[in-house]
Each structure stands twice: as C-alpha cells, then as structure tokens.
C-alpha cells in the first residue's frame, strides 16, 4: 500500500494532511501516532477511500482505490471504523458474519466455507464461547474484538483500524493489541492509528509519527520515539527508557502549586 504526495480536507476547510507520502511496509503492523488534530484519523479515512482526495493518491497493489469497484476493495482492503455502532439485538456471530459479505453470492447465503471463516475469526480473538451472546451484553474489550474478528473474516490482506483501543483499560487494550499483532504475524499488512504512544511502540513494527497533517518521524520504535521528538511533535517533556527492546515513554511529573 502506497499513499503519493495526499492532501485531504473536509468541505472548504483547510487541509488536514497536506502532501503526505507513505509507503506502508507489507506483511508489518504500522501504527500512526501524533498528538490530537495532527491528521491520524483523516489519513486513515483517505486511505479506506471514506474521504476523497484534493490531490494525491493511494495505491493498493498498484491501483488507485478509487478506481476499484466497491466489492474489489472489500475483497482487499478491511476497515475498522472509529467507534463502530453495534446493531440492537446482532450476536457475536451475526456480527462477524458480515464480513463476509463481499465474498457472497447471488443470493447471499452463507457458505460452508463461510461457516468455517467466521468460526476461525471467533477464535482467533477467543470468543468462540461468547458466539451466540449479544454483542451489547459484552464488555467493552470483547465488543471491540468482535469488530476486530469481523475484520478479519473479511479475509482482506490489508487491514486499517482507526483508535481500536480508545476508551478500554489497559487489560483489554493489551488484549486487543494482541489480537492486531496476531494478524499481522500471518503476513497481513495492519495500519493502526492509537492514543498510547508506549503501547504502539511495544507492538508495532514501524511508527509513524504525525504533526501538523505532515509526518514527522518515521522507522523502528526505537529508532523513533525519543525524548526530542516527544518535545518537538507533543510538547511534552518525558523520559524514554526501553524495556525488552521497546521504548517506554514515562511523562516529567509535575505537581500543582
């Protein structure tokens, strides 16, 4: 997946990214950090083709998504929208069951091997057991991993996951976290965006860092996330230590009066 020289904007309004290239590395876990209105999101909706371009492009194998027809770029391209709504009453099953939906035939019946897609996906974000529970009588962790599970029933080699551990714990982040890795382990290409700057760095494999609708870093973690960086990009005054191999970023405490 490329992205060449994109500018995106909402209506008349100033662009929110402006020029931006990326080359997202294949078969990797990506994730974009940046401080908030720095363009994460905005670039994840151009990159799933939920806002069109001013200028620039996003290549899929080659192709400009914007030229694919709709069922093409399912088949290729999954999305995991910013706080997705759960439709009343919809199973775990059910809801995973709608990723395959750009794989269905003329009737939309499902498939054995449909069948068999969703069971894996169930199990791949250990909810088989919760299979036939309301998706609204789960916790908030396993709600966001029956997302995920629909994703990956898509059966896409590209996944893009907007904030998919913004407002969990840190347990279900972790758990959620997990899941993505896992994915991208199977040599799917995952771009994240995500909040927790020392969570992005323990488990991706290529940081980018937004400022200003521009990149402003981008590599290995640990390559990327130091102390200057967090002053210039986040204003924000901290220490970087690195624990099994990843940075950790502990924030100077400052006391009131």
């Known amino acids: 997946m490329h992205v060449e020289n994109l500018t995106l904007a909402y209506g008349a309004d100033a662009p929110v990214v402006s020029g931006l290239t990326l080359e997202v590395p294949a078969g990797r876990l990506t994730a974009v950090v940046g401080p908030n209105g720095s363009g994460k999101s905005t670039l994840l909706r151009g990159m799933s083709r939920l806002l069109t371009p001013q200028s620039g492009q996003v290549l899929l194998d080659g192709t400009d998504i914007h030229k694919l027809p709709a069922r093409e770029l399912a088949r290729k391209l999954g999305v995991l929208p910013q706080g997705p709504v759960t439709p009343e009453g919809i199973t775990a099953a059910e809801l995973v069951s709608r990723g395959r939906h750009p794989h269905r035939g003329l009737f939309g019946r499902l498939t054995a091997e449909d069948d068999a897609v969703i069971d894996e996906a169930l199990a791949a974000v250990e909810l088989t057991e919760l299979r036939e529970r309301p998706v609204d009588q789960l916790s908030g962790g396993q709600r966001q991993r029956v997302w995920i599970a629909m994703v990956l029933a898509q059966g896409t080699q590209h996944l893009l996951l907007d904030e998919p551990t913004t407002y969990l714990d840190l347990a279900h982040a972790v758990d959620v976290m997990n899941v993505v890795h896992a994915a991208a382990a199977t040599g799917r290409t995952v771009v994240a965006v995500l909040h927790d700057l020392t969570l992005a760095a323990q488990y991706a494999d290529h940081l980018v860092v937004m400022g200003e609708g521009r990149i402003a870093a981008e590599g290995r973690p640990v390559d990327v996330l130091t102390e200057e960086l ?20 502990v924030p100077d405490r400052r006391l009131a009066g």
């Open 230 to 249: 967090l002053d210039d990009v986040f204003g924000l005054q901290a220490t970087v230590v690195e624990v099994s191999g990843a940075p950790v970023v």
